[in-house]
């Protein structure tokens, strides 16, 4: 028995599948996002002028396929690891935002909206990071690329939006 009293074998499956759920949530949720909000964002992003440095457009869902499973593994190992509170406020936080840029950018084409929730989302993502790396310094180093591809997606929302605000 653990201090609650309850039986740890009945706690072991419990927090299995609580971890894979904390695992998928970031993959499944990006995949829904992914089908639902950008269903013409490759044919938009061939239309309209894209600043230096953009990447082809299959680019991007082989990038956040990856930033997705590093966020899901490191907010269950975190999570996992850290007694703060903050962390899965923190964590879910950033991850709304992160869906929210796309229905904003993709769905409702609201490219100013978008431009000032990327810098949001930047902000939380750094919170985020540093709470994950007190927790646990391979959460944090997970989260890292995250961070940096958050700059450059601010960076190419920026520069989308000056480029095409008047269309």
């Known amino acids: 028995m653990n201090r609650y009293g309850r039986l740890i074998i009945v706690n072991k499956p419990l927090r299995i599948f609580r971890n894979i759920v904390h695992f ?13 909000a950008t269903r013409n964002a490759r044919q938009d992003y061939q239309k309209e002028q ?3 440095f953009s990447p082809p457009g299959l680019t991007f869902p082989i990038v956040w396929s990856g930033l997705y499973v590093a966020m899901g593994i490191a907010y269950t190992v975190a999570r996992d690891a850290g007694q703060n509170k903050s962390i899965p406020i923190s964590h879910y936080t950033q991850l709304g935002l992160n869906f929210l840029w796309s229905i904003l950018y993709f769905r409702y084409k609201l490219r100013g909206a978008a ?3 990327s810098y949001t989302l930047f902000a939380a993502v750094i919170v985020t990071t540093v709470q994950f790396y007190k927790a646990d310094k391979l959460s944090g180093l997970l989260m890292v690329s995250y961070a940096s591809w958050c700059v450059f997606a601010s960076y190419l929302t920026t520069g989308s939006w000056l480029l095409n605000k008047d269309e």
């Open 24 to 36: 998928t949530t970031p993959i499944v949720g990006g995949t829904l996002i992914g089908r639902y």
């Open 50 to 52: 894209n600043p230096p």
């Open 115 to 117: 431009l000032i929730e």
